[in-house]
């Protein structure tokens, strides 16, 4: 049983930012929040990590309130090519045994 | 180094068949994973070694597969006496070890063989 809860499917447009919400309502304290990205017939894609508050790297941006119960992932202005699933995950620090959901798919529209 | 690879990444066999998958992952990670993934679904956790060591196997795993990491580089998959329920993409990722240094990084994923048993 998948420890978080995200929509099945997204739509939006080119140029729009988009944000996917995760629910994770059992959260353990030395539980990170990662996301990845998976394309048809490849492996996934790790995009961001993170623990508390928020974290920006290149690609997106990880939202996470104080509670830790959810988590936004952000992507500015979206491309045709950020058409893919997306899958939030949380993540023990033993790190080996991850749990995934079905995962978000976003579909971009021109 | 090019990232976690796979090979084949296509397979088709007969039911019955014996079938072994190999990957190679990222020379510097200590960890490597196995996972299963079926249309529309996350993937599955299957099997994890760290260097040469099998640490886990999920529970839901049939003795039909098994894994290895000889000298701790590059792993094999088999399957034995493959069933219809096998086709699955298989995919293998490796991480490094160091206190959460991976954090940055998540797993590398290879691109995964496609199995198909008929």
């Known amino acids: 049983l998948a420890k978080t809860t995200q929509p099945i499917s997204m739509d939006s447009y080119e140029g729009q930012e988009v944000n996917i919400t995760c629910s994770h309502n059992?959260?353990?304290?030395?539980?990170?929040i990662t996301w990845y990205q998976q394309f048809p017939s490849q492996g996934p894609r790790f995009i961001i990590q993170g623990y508390k508050t928020k974290v920006t790297n290149e690609v997106a941006s990880l939202f996470i309130p104080a509670d830790r119960k959810s988590s936004t992932l952000s992507l500015p202005r979206v491309s045709l090519s950020d058409t893919a699933v997306y899958y939030c995950?949380?993540?023990?620090?033993?790190?080996?045994?991850?749990?995934w959901g079905a995962g978000t798919k976003l579909i971009i529209k021109p | 180094d090019t990232g976690v690879s796979q090979d084949p990444r296509h397979k088709i066999t007969k039911r019955g068949q014996n079938v072994t998958f190999r990957c190679d992952p990222i020379s510097e990670h200590n960890r490597l994973y196995w996972y299963r993934q079926t249309l529309g679904q996350g993937p599955e956790f299957l099997t994890y070694?760290?260097?040469?060591?099998?640490?886990?196997k999920s529970r839901l795993l049939s003795d039909r597969f098994s894994a290895e990491r000889p000298k701790g580089s590059f792993s094999t998959l088999e399957i034995q006496r493959t069933e219809q329920g096998d086709s699955a993409m298989y995919l293998c990722?490796?991480?490094?070890?160091?206190?959460?240094?991976?954090?940055?990084?998540?797993?590398?994923f290879g691109s995964g063989t496609r199995l198909t048993v008929v």
């Open positions: 070694f760290q260097n040469e060591a099998q640490l886990e």
């Open positions: 995950l949380v993540d023990p620090d033993s790190n080996y045994q991850l749990i």
């Open positions: 059992n959260i353990a304290t030395n539980d990170y």
């Open positions: 990722a490796s991480s490094p070890l160091v206190n959460r240094e991976w954090v940055n990084y998540g797993y590398t």
